[in-house]
């Protein structure tokens, strides 16, 4: 006689992480003026105003502790595309600022931009953004 087969042992299934929703196509609208500083000391401020994905107003700075501050202002860039994320072009250098919503957080996201920066800054520039719950911003 042949004892037994063994019986299968499923494997415990996982949950899935639910993913954030998919980036809106749709014109951005937002307005603020934040600030923020973290325990580090790293700290910053934006002033962001768009209708309809257009840049009306887009100011933004930050300090990093011994490493130096970055500063942008819109009379620096012009706007090259409104959808599905709004991007600035640097008139004079290769810097772009992106901007777009997901959920509730609008981001600002920075690249190519270490002519904007003083000393090594941009190694440690995060991308700023705006939680329209709260109206802070990170």
């Given amino acids: 006689a042949q004892p037994p087969a063994p019986a299968a042992i499923a494997a415990p299934v996982e949950p899935r992480q639910a993913r954030p929703g998919p980036i809106p196509v749709r014109p951005l ?3 603020t003026e934040c600030s923020f500083r973290d325990e580090t000391g790293y700290n910053g ?9 257009k840049v009306k107003a887009f100011e933004a700075q930050v300090n990093i502790p011994k490493r130096g501050a970055c500063r942008f202002d819109l009379k620096d860039f012009r ?3 409104e959808l599905p994320a709004i991007e600035l072009s640097q008139s004079r250098g290769r810097c772009i600022v992106r901007v777009w919503e997901q959920g509730e957080r609008v981001t600002v996201a920075f690249q190519q931009c270490e002519k904007m920066c003083s000393g090594s800054a941009y190694d ?3 991308p700023m953004i705006y939680d329209r719950r709260d ?3 990170a």
């Fill in 29 to 31: 609208n937002v307005r």
């Fill in 45 to 53: 401020a934006l002033k962001l105003d768009v209708a309809e994905a």
């Fill in 79 to 81: 706007q090259t595309k």
């Fill in 124 to 126: 440690q520039l995060l």
């Fill in 135 to 137: 109206g802070t911003c």
